[in-house]
């Protein structure tokens, strides 16, 4: 995994600026992967977040900060952790997941960007839930007998979906904290995807302030600037 270009920076942010998460984070995938939007959207939501990881980890480091506040006193904390602290993704945990269920034995595959797009705009919850459930059946038999997706029974849906999730300790990240003033203990979940994202974003910010004084002070257009070296439009910035 290589580290995004200038260039590249300020047009997946551009890209995602005005899409939802579930598509900022293929794109920003696509981007760093060198790979199709389209191709990306198949892999699992997990495999994608690896990508992410690994952006992260080569364009701003190993370890993540972020603030948080205690939900019982209202102080704000500052938390710090590595990216090695979190699950890792691995491709093994990803594949089909049988359950057997009383005389239903069902198969599911782990959920990919294109299954959370597809039923992003079923405004019910439980309708969404269920038709993102429906998406991910591979197979399902009564009794040996084959069934569609719409005709298993909720109680054998909730238990498919109960293995699909243990199967995946990466898949939905919480990360425990405690206030230091009132020692109260919650967690947050962390959603690599929009961090990154945040991460990019003020990356672009600062490379559209070193375009513009550049430019101004210099008279350099906006494709010089950006084809400089970091550490040369750093010299240039700290020099009058």
Do not use: K, N
Not at 12 to 31: E, L, M, T
Not at 66 to 83: G, K, Q, Y
Not at 169 to 195: G, K, M, N, R, T
Not at 202 to 223: P, Q
């Amino acid at each position: 995994m290589h580290a995004l270009d200038a260039r590249t920076v300020l047009e997946v942010v551009d890209r995602v600026g005005s899409v939802d998460p579930c598509r900022a984070a293929v794109a920003i995938a696509a981007a760093a992967s060198h790979a199709d939007e389209a191709l990306v959207a198949t892999l699992p939501v997990a495999e994608r977040d690896r990508q992410l990881l690994a952006l992260q980890h080569v364009m701003f480091g190993p370890v993540v900060r972020c603030v948080s506040e205690c939900p019982a006193c209202r102080t704000s904390l500052d938390v710090d952790f590595r990216l090695d602290d979190l699950p890792q993704a691995d491709a093994r945990r990803h594949g089909r997941v049988e359950t057997s269920h009383g005389a239903w034995r069902v198969t599911l595959r782990a959920p990919a960007s294109r299954d959370l797009l597809a039923v992003a705009m079923i405004g019910d919850p439980a309708a969404a839930h269920r038709a993102l459930f429906e998406r991910l059946v591979e197979e399902a038999l009564l009794a040996g007998e084959a069934q569609t997706p719409d005709r298993i029974p909720a109680a054998v849906a909730a238990a498919a979906i109960a293995r699909l999730a243990a199967t995946q300790p990466d898949a939905d990240v919480e990360v425990a904290l405690q206030c230091s003033d009132c020692a109260h203990a919650w967690s947050v979940p962390f959603d690599i995807a929009a961090y990154v994202a945040a991460g990019l974003r003020g990356h672009a910010r600062e490379l559209m302030d070193a375009v513009h004084l550049l430019a101004s002070r210099y008279g350099w257009s906006e494709d010089q600037i950006l084809a400089l070296p970091p550490s040369r439009r750093q010299y240039y910035l700290a020099h009058d």
